[in-house]
């Protein structure tokens, strides 16, 4: 009105009356189909409110379009009567206008916004009766405590590379492979170990009273070659300390994708549980309504006593299997908080995958295996080195001290007649056969390593094709969900709705329908996570690369 210059007046008034009666009507349209997909086993609000608006989108607009090209030609009056006409046009026309965007938009938000905690808490607080002042302190911390439970679970739920991130900074694992590179880093210091200097001070009282006195130093060292294969042994030592890491990182890689994956699966699944919990809640109340008045008989009651318990229990073991999934993942989080992935529906990991042993080579297993045959060749190499002889160099000098003398002879020589001497021998090693053993049982170690290399190669070869078979039959299961199973699950639904509607099936065939498309979803997501349970030890089995 304000648009077209017009003052409010008793026709404007009439306008607004019929333009409420339009918007309530529109609204009633929206929530009771909101409110019969509900009944229909949809517990999820969002997926309720989104279908829901698709569906009655049409409905919505038709009304509101009717009314306005209804009133249009009393809005564009010039004739007599045109001044009472023109206001109660203009009033509803425009008003639908914006009703509608309201029914569309920001009733769908306030549905989801008072069908959750709020609205219950809210609801719970009214039934005690508090004093007005408490109330409103109550109400007041509600919202904050809900502000902070949301504000936690959006904080704590993690995609699954952050996971896999946190695991390998905190996993205590890992940070004892990084200890042990460390320790094994320092021990390369170690490769050069002579033995302990001798210092020596002699005196022989037995030479006729002469000075035979002396000081002198002596040194033992191995043959260089053999300080030159330590060092290289240490270095391949330290290698190995981190192919060891490598190998632990490959193995909680697995664990935290598989933990993840299972969590996402297990909260779809429970999901999929409560829409059926709903379904079969509401065919006991009917079985029992029915029983009650005579128009069943007791076995109708029973199957759906039965069927509600079986499914009670399912929810029941799914909700324990979550608490597990989160335990395990949390272990591996090196976390004592619960960790909650961020998707909300359970999400098919990428299936280009080709069959190829070849990569196996690569796992992380086998190339520590193959870091334990350089250790083992360098420990031989060291073994062999020690059969050459050791090396003694020594020095000896005329001692300064007074020399022995128990008959009182000055016999000293001058201070420039001193003497010095030294000495360069060989440690020959005669007696080598406990040397030869050692290096013998080296050479074994070597074989017996590299016999559990081919094993290991062989198992994961055929593990890998094992699991490659099981992950075709997972695609093969998962293509028919994803081009027919599905479909017919979302047909199945729709069909039913318009026949039960319709009065053409009962409601025991309808629940059975229900039931069945239910359990097609249930199926669909098992197939998912066993498809994503093949490919993830497929990458373990590769490497994960």
């Not at 698709?54 to 001044?83: D, H, K, N, W, Y």
């Not at 809210?122 to 405590?145: D, E, H, Q, R, W």
């Not at 299961?477 to 099936?505: H, V, W």
């Amino acid at each position: 009105m304000w648009l077209r210059g017009m003052p409010f007046s008793i026709s404007a008034g009439v306008g607004f009356i019929a333009l409420f009666g339009v918007a309530v009507l529109n609204g009633i349209v929206l929530i009771g189909y909101f409110n019969q997909l509900k009944d229909e086993g949809i517990t999820d609000i969002y997926e309720r409110v989104r279908k829901g608006t698709a569906i009655r989108l049409r409905p919505v607009i038709m009304t509101a379009a009717v009314a306005s090209l209804g009133f249009l030609p009393m809005a564009l009056s010039t004739g007599a009567g045109g001044e009472v006409q023109k206001p109660l046009a203009t009033v509803v026309i425009g008003g639908l206008i914006t009703a509608t965007l309201f029914t569309l938009l920001v009733l769908p938000a306030l549905y989801i916004l008072f069908n959750t905690k709020i609205n219950f808490k809210l609801n719970k607080m009214k039934k005690t009766k508090l004093p007005g002042n408490t109330a409103a302190v109550l109400l007041l911390f509600t919202f904050i405590s809900l502000f902070a439970e949301k504000s936690y679970a959006q904080s704590n739920q993690k995609t699954l590379q952050e996971c896999i991130d946190i695991a390998l900074k905190n996993n205590l694992q890992i940070k004892g492979a990084d200890l042990y590179i460390r320790q094994s880093q320092v021990l390369q210091k170690t490769g050069f170990n002579p033995d302990k200097t001798n210092l020596q001070l002699t005196q022989d009282p037995t030479s006729g009273g002469n000075i035979d006195n002396s000081i002198g130093i002596t040194q033992t060292i191995a043959f260089p070659t053999v300080y030159a294969n330590q060092n290289k042994l240490l270095k391949q030592e330290t290698l190995l300390a981190q192919k060891s890491k490598l190998l632990s990182q490959n193995e909680i890689i697995k664990e935290v994708t598989e933990a993840y994956y299972n969590l996402v699966y297990s909260s779809q699944k429970i999901k999929l549980l409560q829409q059926q919990d709903s379904i079969y809640s509401n065919f006991l109340k009917r079985a029992t309504l029915r029983y009650n008045t005579g128009e069943t008989n007791q076995l109708e009651k029973m199957q759906a006593e039965s069927r509600y318990k079986e499914n009670q229990l399912q929810l029941k073991q799914a909700n324990t299997t979550l608490s597990s999934y989160q335990l395990v993942l949390q272990k591996w989080l090196n976390t004592s908080e619960p960790v909650m992935p961020k998707e909300n529906e359970l999400p098919k990991m990428p299936d280009d995958y080709k069959f190829d042993t070849a990569a196996i080579k690569s796992n992380p297993l086998i190339e520590y295996y193959n870091q334990r045959l350089n250790v083992s060749t360098s420990q031989i190499n060291l073994e062999k080195s020690k059969l050459l002889p050791d090396l003694n160099v020594g020095y000896y000098h005329q001692a300064i001290i007074k020399g022995f003398d128990p008959a009182k002879i000055n016999r000293n020589y001058f201070p420039g007649t001193r003497i010095a001497g030294f000495q360069v021998g060989i440690g020959v090693p005669l007696f080598f056969g406990s040397q030869k053993a050692k290096i013998k049982a080296a050479k074994i170690n070597n074989t017996l390593i590299e016999t559990e290399r081919q094993q290991t190669l062989l198992y994961m070869q055929s593990s890998y094709a094992v699991q490659y078979n099981e992950y075709l039959k997972a695609k093969e299961g998962l293509q028919y969900y994803e081009t027919t199973g599905l479909k017919q699950a979302d047909d199945i639904i729709r069909i039913s709705n318009t026949a039960y509607t319709k009065g053409e099936i009962g409601y025991m065939e309808y629940i059975q329908n229900l039931q069945t498309a239910i359990n097609t979803r249930l199926q669909y997501t098992d197939a998912v996570n066993q498809f994503n349970q093949s490919i993830i030890l497929l990458n373990y089995l590769k490497g994960n690369k």
